[in-house]
């Protein structure tokens, strides 16, 4: 399976994105899909993640109430709505997908915010 991330780009602080992660080469039945990201100098981080169904979804307390994760399942692809974005949200979003220890990592989309 691959995962292709998109939709990264430079914002201005208070503005949107919707990222995307396109998957392809195979099923991703089943899987739990997230949002990483990782800002220069920093460990990657949890941002989001969502179940198969898409009824049950998780936050980083940090984007709470500004990110929505969500799926189509049939367009095999995942997104993530970011409103209301702070210079702190900056870093190279990764999108993932994992069921029972098999994990697969997109490429990664920078996404900047300017102050």
């Known amino acids: 399976v691959q995962l292709q991330a998109s939709g990264g780009g430079l914002v201005q602080a208070g503005g949107s994105l919707r990222l995307s992660c396109a998957a392809s080469g195979g099923t991703l039945r089943n899987y739990g899909m997230g949002w990483f990201r990782q800002a220069p100098g920093k460990e990657r981080e949890f941002v989001a993640a969502?179940?198969?169904?898409?009824?049950?979804?998780n936050y980083v307390d940090s984007v709470k109430g500004r990110f929505t994760i969500s799926r189509v399942n049939a367009r095999k692809t995942l997104y993530l709505q970011m409103n209301s974005l702070k210079p702190e949200d900056t870093a190279v979003y990764y999108c993932?997908?994992?069921?029972?220890?098999?994990?697969?990592w997109g490429q990664g989309t920078q996404v900047t915010v300017s102050s």
């Open positions: 969502i179940n198969w169904s898409g009824g049950s979804t």
């Open positions: 993932n997908a994992e069921r029972l220890g098999s994990i697969y």
